[in-house]
């Protein structure tokens, strides 16, 4: 396992030295290959930066030939694959490091010293574990650059190095975490004082599902409220060690979204995880290693809190419109409406064929026609459909169509206005997370911010389907 010193992958101070490095053109004709010593390490910003060391004149000519023609060639172009490079280095311990889709930039140092630089988004080293290092149990571990905030329920005695002093030492601390499970997996999550967040995940099985890492930090960011992108991973698994690690990202960023039920860095709050396994297992298999569709929702209207009033109201009324669009509402309405609606669509069809009139406005009937029967249901056929099932609050869906229509015309929020559309975009985020609830089949504690006090309450409603993708 990654030793238990979180700071050597959380700050700036990485720094992997090099003795070999290898940049190759992903050109198939003749590829430029550009080799050297040199590092591996995260500058002020936190990101991945590559440096390597040209000793060769040589070398130094054609890269810089090759950087003077590209950015004469490339100005406002989509750069084509075969101009990027992709890098194989050797640490010092002998681990080979690769990464894909690099651009290097050419400069000198103080010695006049040719010097290749490039940004990393991420480097990744795999080797065998031998078979008394390994066991049946796979393993991931996740590292996240900054403190999350978890409601923990046991304390967990850790081991850290120390490298404040001249010689390291390991101090033994005692950590709030959590542990649970979902989805036949045993989480913990471990908060190291001042030093990022630490996520465990172990399978008694081979395997761990394709994207888990992803699919944990989605889950995580929806329950608990926070950005959360991992910096450093460690995946155990078949006997095989995978090592990645990425630049520090998000790691100052801030959002003031309301997790779906709210808590403080306490002991207990049961209900968080369970909400976090209904999550999961509804997203688990999702085949991409991009975020979920939900997800991608979830990230787009905290990105929203991040900035004014009326850029939240308008990100979380259309998160919501998009989610009625999703299969699970959509064939809940036309499943109860879907004879009624090909029969009235087929009626006007009918119809049209006896009127006289000009081809091209006949031709546009037709496809508004045929736009409704591939597309039967709008928001808000849906959301009457889910209000007279008892399935959605009609306040809400008042308070989501209030916001839409003014967030959609330029709507600018006066001073005296602030409190009434803070309470009217709260009344929107608790039917965002009612939505998500009856997506994922979730039924459990909650917390209503559309009432003074933040009043906890119980979420108990179900959709009438067995399989909602």
């Given at each position: ?257 309301m997790p779906p039920i709210r808590f403080n860095a306490e002991f207990g709050k049961e209900d968080v995880w369970k909400l976090y396994e209904r999550y999961l297992s509804h997203i688990i298999n999702h085949p991409e290693s991009r975020l979920h569709p939900i997800s991608a929702w979830i990230r787009y209207v ?168």
């Amino acid at each position: 396992m990654l030793p238990h010193n979180p700071s050597e992958f959380f700050d700036k101070s990485l720094c992997i030295n090099c003795p070999q490095i290898t940049l190759t053109q992903n050109s198939s004709d003749s590829p430029t290959i550009y080799q050297g010593s040199g590092s591996i390490s995260r500058n002020e910003q936190g990101k991945l930066e590559l440096k390597l060391y040209l000793g060769v004149d040589d070398q130094r000519l054609l890269l810089k030939n090759f950087i003077e023609e590209f950015n004469e060639n490339y100005v406002g172009k989509f750069i084509p694959e075969n101009r990027y490079f992709c890098l194989s280095a050797t640490d010092e311990h002998d681990r080979e490091w690769k990464s894909t889709m690099l651009l290097p930039r050419y400069t000198t140092n103080s010695n006049n010293q040719g010097i290749v630089i490039a940004q990393l988004n991420e480097i990744s080293h795999t080797a065998d574990i031998s078979s008394n290092q390994s066991d049946q149990q796979a393993s991931l571990y996740l590292y996240v650059s900054k403190i999350i905030e978890f409601p923990f329920n046991i304390n967990r005695l850790c081991s850290i190095v120390s490298k404040e002093e001249i010689v390291p030492f390991t101090i033994n601390h005692v950590l709030h975490a959590a542990v649970f499970s979902a989805c036949g997996y045993t989480f913990y999550i471990i908060k190291y004082e001042n030093n990022g967040t630490l996520i465990e995940v172990y399978s008694n099985g081979n395997d761990l599902p394709k994207f888990i890492e992803t699919r944990v930090c989605e889950a995580l960011q929806f329950v608990l409220g926070d950005f959360l992108l991992w910096s450093a991973l460690e995946l155990n698994q078949r006997n095989k060690r995978t090592i990645r690690l990425r630049s520090l990202l998000d790691r100052e960023k801030k959002t003031i979204v309301m997790p779906p039920i709210r808590f403080n860095a306490e002991f207990g709050k049961e209900d968080v995880w369970k909400l976090y396994e209904r999550y999961l297992s509804h997203i688990i298999n999702h085949p991409e290693s991009r975020l979920h569709p939900i997800s991608a929702w979830i990230r787009y209207v905290m990105n929203m809190r991040i900035s004014i009033l009326e850029a939240e109201m308008l990100g979380v009324s259309v998160a919501v419109e998009d989610f009625l669009k999703m299969e699970s509402f959509k064939e809940v309405y036309i499943g109860n409406n879907s004879s009624n609606i090909e029969s009235q669509v087929s009626l006007v069809h009918d119809k049209l064929k006896e009127l006289e009139l000009e081809d091209s406005f006949k031709k546009r009937l037709y496809g508004f026609l045929n736009s409704i029967k591939s597309n039967p249901a709008s928001a808000t056929d849906i959301l009457k459909h889910l209000t007279d099932k008892g399935l959605v609050d009609e306040k809400f869906v008042k308070a989501w169509k209030k916001c839409r229509n003014k967030t959609a015309h330029g709507y600018s929020i006066k001073p005296e206005e602030v409190e009434s559309e803070i309470k009217l975009c709260r009344q929107v985020y608790v039917l965002f997370h009612h939505l998500i609830f009856l997506i994922i089949g979730y039924t459990g504690k909650y917390t209503d911010y559309s009432e003074e006090g933040w009043i906890e309450k119980d979420f108990n409603k179900l959709l009438e389907r067995e399989n909602i993708t």
